[in-house]
């Protein structure tokens, strides 16, 4: 096979693939394609039969708690485990009898799985040595440098930091060009500030490089910080789909609402609807939601979660009350709990409505009549509402959240 | 006043150097009566310095030949067992299968059991099963209870391996002989050679087994019991200095391999 030189040619990169996979590829657009793929062991549904499609060089992040199917779903995508039906299509070649060793795609595995009896060299030789590539010296000084680690080369992985032994791991998959990098929460092991730094660096070569990265994390800012699209799963299935932005503003289930960010639930009961607004009914209130932005398909009568996230909503003395425009939607309350976070405050606020809204204010000209037991009307612009299917539990995604977080800052989270 | 805060301050080093002397001072014994030159046939009192021995290891009858056949023992034992023991130790750990959690408990009997009892029975197995008592049937009882100690030092080795390298070695292309050679034998390695040593130092040793199981064969420790009873040759004490002293150097010789190697990290 021909020695890729450069890291930034798609020609060489397909090359290299197409050698590994031992199949004929013409260039495909979709590096990965799911179909029907699940996994089960013995009464347990890790996956529920999926089909996933990911667009060749996108940055693509599978979202969701531990548990959910992620981990599992990553890890028949390398072939690491035989899903119990469906099939896995790498660049249109069907894999799903490939043993690992035969997959053009590489993982950067949890906590990096470095070989400890080997120093970082040929840690990353590792993947050219094994497919006979005899003068790997260039290209892993050139891959070293890629990620910054060229003083390193001669050191064994425990005498490197958190940080080092996550770069050599990168180094070690993206050295062999595989079709699919594939991420199994990569920084779950660093501390917050190098978490940041690793996603940028993650980010800069992924850009750099071009290769299709597959990213599973519990960590929804990092999802949305690296990912052009973001795959939100729950319970092993794929609840939605979509960019960063799309998916805060227009979540298609609690789950979602609730897992991306935080969001203010309303339970209502829908009193009219007229063309393009309904018009929603709770404790006494009306709010209105546009008709696009509404779920489930209702009629008046039918129940609906009016939906809206905490820094939409305008907070205003009750004793202002009279200055807030017509048409927005209002919500009357009481400052429950106010706290300073430096860019915002956010508050608290028992409504009849809701027990607990939440709601930011950024902290331009600060009201010092806002404070707990004041009370307030709450207003916001009805086109950021967003109606959901009053079906669901209400609180989905909330728990599994602070689950998530909390396993961050002890050991990096357990794995689905 | 001041010895006795000398001696508070240097207590823990004052109690290490008399453990020490208490293990070495059997061996200085055995070396320095290497160089005796005893009247008469017993080497327990000192009589006057003499080379005789060291110049002469093989002067007594029977005593190398005995010597020969314990190394050949303890050098195929040694082998058997670790090739045995490592790959029950693998099934074990890596494995879930039928009577797993028995074999874990029957693998450590040899260990709890008597050699005595061990030694007798599996005496009179080969005897009710007609097997000539030999070279073979010393063998057998060696592998059988070096089993045990390499089963037990490989498996703790393999259970703290992360099963994360060996996929790790797969999706980087190694098929799976390449993961067995390149990641999982490294990773093994020093479980499988503290095994193999466990092994030959117990084999080459072994008298309560062997005595049930030799026949007319008789192995260097047997030689030494016999010899013991009408007068020990001042050979057995080169040999035994011997092996101290190459045991010694190959501690050495590991543990200067080690600081190097960390060196160069």
């Known amino acids: 096979m021909t020695t890729p030189e450069t890291l930034n040619g798609p020609a060489d990169k397909d090359a290299a693939a197409t050698a590994v996979s031992g199949t004929a590829a013409e260039a495909p657009a979709d590096a990965v394609r799911l179909t029907g793929i699940s996994k089960t062991y013995g009464s347990f549904t890790a996956v529920h039969p999926l089909d996933l499609t990911v667009p060749a060089g996108s940055f693509f992040a599978l979202l969701g708690a531990s548990g959910c199917g992620k981990t599992t779903t990553l890890r028949m995508i390398a072939g690491l485990e035989d899903p119990s039906s469906g099939s896995v299509r790498l660049g249109g070649a069907d894999v799903t009898a490939l043993p690992p060793y035969k997959r053009p795609v590489n993982t950067v595995f949890q906590n990096y799985a470095l070989f400890p ?104 800012e990092e999802a949305m910080t690296m990912a052009d699209t973001v795959a939100v799963m729950n319970a092993g299935r794929v609840e939605q789909m979509g960019a960063p932005a799309d998916l805060y503003e227009n979540p298609a289930s609690t789950f979602v609402a609730n897992f991306l960010g935080t969001s203010n639930l309303i339970e209502t009961e829908v009193l009219g609807a007229d063309g393009d607004t309904l018009t929603l009914g709770a404790a006494g209130e009306r709010l209105t939601l546009p008709a696009a932005r509404c779920r489930p398909d209702v009629t008046a009568g039918g129940r609906v979660l009016a939906g809206v996230r905490p820094e939409k909503i305008t907070l205003a003395h009750a004793d202002d009350a009279d200055a807030i425009p017509a048409g927005r939607n209002q919500v009357r309350g009481t400052i429950v709990d106010s706290s300073f976070i430096g860019v915002s405050t956010q508050f608290v606020i028992d409504s009849p409505v809701c027990p607990e809204l939440e709601v930011f204010v950024p902290n331009v000209e600060r009201d010092g009549r806002l404070l707990p037991g004041a009370p307030v009307v709450l207003h916001w612009n009805p086109e950021h509402t967003f109606g959901l299917d009053a079906a669901q539990d209400i609180d989905a995604g909330t728990d599994t959240d602070t689950d998530a977080e909390s396993g961050t800052a002890s050991a990096g989270g357990g794995a689905a | 006043m001041r010895p006795i805060r000398w001696l508070r301050k240097n207590l823990v080093v004052v109690f290490g150097v008399l453990t020490l002397v208490y293990l070495i001072v059997p061996n200085l014994v055995v070396l320095l009566f290497s160089f005796n030159k005893p009247n008469g046939r017993y080497n327990y009192t000192w009589t006057r310095f003499s080379t005789d021995a060291w110049q002469h290891p093989c002067g007594v009858a029977g005593m190398c030949d005995s010597l020969t056949l314990s190394l050949k023992l303890a050098v195929y034992a040694t082998i058997g067992a670790t090739v045995l023991g490592t790959m029950t130790a693998f099934a074990l750990a890596r494995y879930r299968f039928r009577g797993r959690a028995t074999t874990n408990m029957l693998i450590f009997l040899p ?155």
């Open chain 1, 117 to 220: 009896h080997l120093d970082v060299f040929e840690n990353v030789a590792f993947g050219l040595r094994r497919r006979g590539i005899k003068s790997v010296k260039k290209q892993v000084a050139e891959m070293l440098d890629l990620v910054q680690l060229g003083a390193l080369a001669r050191r064994k992985p425990h005498q490197l930091s958190g940080g080092q032994q996550q770069r050599v791991a990168v180094a070690r998959a993206l050295i062999n060009q595989p079709q699919v990098l594939l991420l199994d929460e990569p920084l779950g092991a660093l501390d917050l500030k190098l978490r940041r730094q690793m996603q940028l660096e993650l980010k800069r070569i992924q850009t750099e490089v071009g290769i299709t990265f597959i990213h599973v994390t519990h960590d929804q």
């Open chain 2, 111 to 265: 260990m709890a059991m008597p050699e005595v009892v061990m030694g007798a029975s599996l005496g009179t197995l080969f005897l009710n099963m007609r097997i000539q008592f030999g070279f073979w049937t010393i063998l057998i009882a060696h592998i059988m209870f070096c089993l045990s100690f390499v089963v037990v030092a490989v498996k703790a080795r393999v259970m703290s391996m992360d099963p994360r390298l060996e996929q790790a070695a797969q999706d980087l292309y190694a098929s799976p002989t390449q993961t067995f050679l390149r990641v999982t034998l490294p990773l093994a390695a020093p479980g499988i050679a503290a095994g193999a040593l466990l092994s030959f130092a117990l084999s080459f040793d072994d008298y309560i087994i062997t005595s049930f199981n030799a026949g007319n064969t008789v192995t260097f420790p047997m030689f030494v019991w016999g010899s013991a009873q009408r007068g020990t040759p001042v050979q057995v004490n080169v040999i035994g200095t011997a092996m101290f002293v190459i045991a010694v150097l190959l501690v050495l010789a590991g543990q200067l391999l080690g600081s190097s190697r960390r060196k160069v990290r």
